[in-house]
C-alpha cells in the first residue's frame, strides 16, 4: 500500500450544508493555506435554474472544491463546465447524505445503492472538465452495509474516478435524522484503511468523528486525506496548526487573533455590498474554544451582530473580551 504525500486533499473540512458557506471558507482560509475546503452541497438544478449566482466565492478562498448534488449526467456535466470556469478547484458528488429532502431529489446516500447511475455521472462530469471529480460517500446503507457491497460500489466507480472521500459510518435511509446518521451507526475506521490496502492505486480519504491532530496523523498512516467537519467548524483554531503538522514544519501556527484580524478587511469589504455582518460573524463563534474571554466574545457577537447598522467595530469590541 502506498499513501501518497502530496495528495491535495491530505487535509480537508467537510461539506457542511448553512455552514460552509463563502463567508466561513474564507475565514477558515485564515487559519490555513494548503487545507482543501469546500462548499455547502448544492444542486444540480439549483445551478442551472438559480436566479442568483449560486457560485459565487473569494479566489483567495481556493483550493476550493464544489459539491453537487444530482442524478442526471447530462444536468451534471453541464454544472461541472460552469464550476470549472468559475476556478474551482474539484467537482465533488454527493452520495453521502441521508436526508429525506436529498433523497426525494434522488442524490445523497440513496444512490450508494445505483453504482452504475453514480459511475455515469461520474463519466460525464470528468469528460466535461479537467480538474478532478470525486465521489463522497458512506461505507454502506441500510442492510446493504457489507465491505464486499462497499467493494463492489468502489469498483463500479474507479474506471472514472482516482479519488474517494469516505464517512466511515453507514447511512439509515429511513428512521434517522441526519444528525443521528452522523452519531448512532458506529464509526467503522478500519473498513477505510482496507478499502486503501485493497485498491491501492487510489487515493482514499476519510471522514467522520475526527477531532485531533494526533487523529489526523495516525489515520494518516493508513489513507491518502483526512476530512474533519464539526470540529473545524465549532473549533477552527485546529485549522491554524493544520499547515506545521501535515504540509510544512516551517509554517506558522495561526491563532485564533490573528485569523480574526485578518477578517476585518475582509467584513468591511462584504459590509460595503450590503451583508449583513451577523451572516459573516456566526461562522467565527467558535474561535475562541477554551480560551478566556470565549463567552464574552460568543455573547457580544450574538448580542449585537444581528442589530440593524451592525459594523466593523462589534468584532473590534468582541475582541476586546478575549485574552492574549
Not at 61 to 90: H, T
Not at 121 to 144: F, N
Not at 247 to 263: G, H
Request: hydrophobic share 40%; proline share 6%; charged share 25%.
Amino acid at each position: 500500500m502506498s499513501i501518497n504525500p502530496n495528495y491535495r486533499g491530505r487535509f480537508s473540512v467537510a461539506p457542511m450544508l448553512d455552514w460552509t458557506t463563502r463567508h466561513c471558507r474564507y475565514f477558515h482560509r485564515q487559519f490555513s493555506q494548503h487545507s482543501l475546503l469546500y462548499t455547502e452541497m448544492i444542486t444540480a438544478p439549483a445551478i442551472l435554474h438559480a436566479k442568483y449566482d449560486l457560485l459565487e466565492y473569494d479566489p483567495s478562498e481556493n483550493p476550493v472544491a464544489l459539491q453537487l448534488g444530482g442524478s442526471d449526467p447530462q444536468q451534471l456535466a453541464e454544472c461541472a463546465k460552469r464550476v470549472a470556469d468559475r476556478g474551482y478547484a474539484e467537482i465533488n458528488l454527493n452520495v453521502g447524505c441521508p436526508s429525506d429532502r436529498v433523497q426525494n431529489g434522488m442524490f445523497g446516500a440513496c444512490l450508494m445503492g445505483k453504482a452504475d447511475l453514480v459511475a455515469e455521472c461520474v463519466e460525464a462530469m470528468k469528460k466535461a472538465v479537467e480538474i478532478p471529480v470525486t465521489v463522497k460517500h458512506r461505507i454502506g446503507i441500510d442492510d446493504l452495509d457489507s465491505y464486499e457491497f462497499l467493494c463492489d460500489f468502489v469498483e463500479k466507480i474507479q474506471p472514472y474516478c482516482d479519488d474517494f472521500i469516505v464517512h466511515a459510518r453507514k447511512a439509515w435511509l429511513s428512521g434517522l435524522s441526519p444528525k443521528q446518521n452522523r452519531e448512532i451507526p458506529p464509526l467503522d475506521y478500519e473498513r477505510v484503511y482496507q478499502l486503501k490496502r485493497d485498491f491501492p492505486h487510489l487515493n482514499i480519504s476519510i471522514n467522520g468523528g475526527i477531532k485531533t491532530i494526533d487523529e489526523i496523523k495516525h489515520h494518516l498512516q493508513f489513507v491518502d486525506g483526512v476530512m474533519v467537519g464539526r470540529e473545524a467548524y465549532q473549533n477552527p483554531s485546529l485549522l491554524g496548526e493544520i499547515d506545521r503538522a501535515l504540509f510544512d514544519p516551517n509554517a506558522p501556527i495561526v491563532s485564533p487573533r490573528e485569523a480574526v484580524e485578518k477578517m476585518l478587511p475582509y467584513i468591511e469589504q462584504q459590509l460595503s455590498k450590503g451583508i449583513f455582518l451577523n451572516h459573516i460573524v456566526r461562522h467565527m463563534l467558535g474561535a475562541f474554544q477554551n480560551c478566556k474571554g470565549a463567552r464574552q466574545w460568543r455573547r457580544h457577537l450574538s448580542e449585537n451582530a444581528c442589530k440593524q447598522g451592525a459594523g466593523v467595530e462589534v468584532v473590534e469590541q468582541a475582541l476586546a473580551f478575549v485574552k492574549p
